[in-house]
């Protein structure tokens, strides 16, 4: 059972990773959070993988202060994944996805919206088993249930923090705006599946696995 949670945990958390990478590849904004890191990678010319590490460490140092019976293993493990899921998002975009153009704008946001699905039903999926963590999420539902409100609340809040800060570097260092038509169907979009999916174990994988049995 144990082996299970870990390799669905693990094939979710790259499926997420693959997804932010066709958000930022079809070229038409992105989601909230990542027009601030693509900001801030085009501002310091630092991959955008590795600029969504470095911010999720800094949502890690939150949680880290706001969970009361914390485990030190745990973060430990969580920062090895950080550093695991920016890599990957810098090995799609930079590599895997790199000679692959998307000419049509149609296409362009077909493959948006398919990304931004992936992304939050990786993210949601990963949420569900509890092995590889998101610092976003994890913070987001540590606050909802310290000060009693919906986990929605605080992830659409970070959603206009980045967006602001992405509109701040954007305008202040004359760079390309990122809040695009992308970004406001991401904002439907991304939570709301992350929702759908994080307290619900998918039908299909239960099915597949059950056929397999228990490993």
């Known amino acids: ?3 299970k949670k870990y390799i669905l945990s693990f094939l ?3 499926l997420a990773a693959f997804g932010i990478s066709l958000t930022i590849k079809a070229a038409v904004g992105v989601s909230s959070y990542n027009s601030m890191n693509v ?3 085009e501002l310091t010319k630092i991959e955008v993988g590795t600029i969504t590490t470095l911010v999720n460490l800094l949502f ?3 949680c880290f202060f706001i969970e009361k019976n914390k485990k030190i293993p745990e ?3 969580m920062i090895v994944s950080l550093v695991c899921f920016g890599s990957v998002i810098n090995l799609f975009l930079y590599h895997f996805l790199f000679n692959f153009y998307i000419e049509s704008y149609y296409l362009s946001i077909i493959v948006f919206i398919i990304g931004t699905i992936i992304a939050g039903y990786g993210t949601g999926r990963s949420l569900y088993y509890g092995i590889l963590k998101f610092p976003i999420e994890k913070c987001c539902i540590l606050l909802a249930r310290k000060y ?3 986990f929605s609340y605080y992830r659409y809040s ?3 923090l980045s967006i602001l800060i992405s509109l701040f570097i954007s305008i202040v260092f004359e760079l390309p705006i990122y809040i695009r038509e992308g970004t406001i169907l991401s ?3 991304l939570t709301f599946v992350i929702n759908k999916t994080k307290n619900n174990e998918s039908i299909i994988v239960k099915k597949l696995w059950d056929r397999k049995g228990e490993v």
């Open 39 to 41: 900001a801030i990678s």
């Open 187 to 189: 904002f439907i979009l």
């Open 75 to 77: 973060y430990l493990f």
């Open 158 to 160: 970070v959603d206009i």
């Open 148 to 150: 009693n409100k919906s």
């Open 1 to 3: 059972m144990k082996t």
């Open 60 to 62: 890690l140092i939150a």
């Open 12 to 14: 979710y958390y790259m």
